[in-house]
């Protein structure tokens, strides 16, 4: 069992930053680690993935303003916001390897 607990949620203004964590139990070291979030009323939505290699995929919707990574010796994973706009309004999910969910982090991006 994996366990995950992200932070770093909160409200901003358009045009803010936010820094999303996700810090897990286990070595995230060759794990594939996702975002996702939903949105109220909406299904879940994926948002970014770094492989077990490395390698960074991204949705259309946040592609070119969020950047995920992770740090091995904090078994930690990022997601650096940028440019949000209210559109990015939802829960915000990390998982692990497919398998594992955190609890979520609100993110609101209002005026």
């Known amino acids: 069992q994996v366990q995950l607990v992200e932070s770093g949620g909160g409200t901003v203004q358009p045009g803010g930053s936010l820094r999303l964590s996700c810090a897990a139990s286990?070595?995230?070291?060759?794990?594939?680690m996702d975002w996702y979030r939903q949105a109220p009323g909406k299904e879940r939505e994926w948002v970014a993935r770094?492989?077990?290699?490395?390698?960074?995929i991204y949705g259309d919707s946040v592609k070119d303003r969020f950047i995920i990574s992770k740090d091995k010796t904090k078994n930690t994973l990022y997601l650096q916001m940028n440019s949000l706009k209210p559109e990015d309004t939802a829960v915000y999910y990390c998982?692990?390897?497919?398998?594992?969910w955190g609890q979520g982090t609100q993110v609101t991006v209002t005026s």
């Open positions: 286990s070595s995230v070291f060759g794990i594939r």
């Open positions: 770094i492989t077990s290699g490395g390698s960074t």
């Open positions: 998982n692990f390897a497919g398998a594992y």
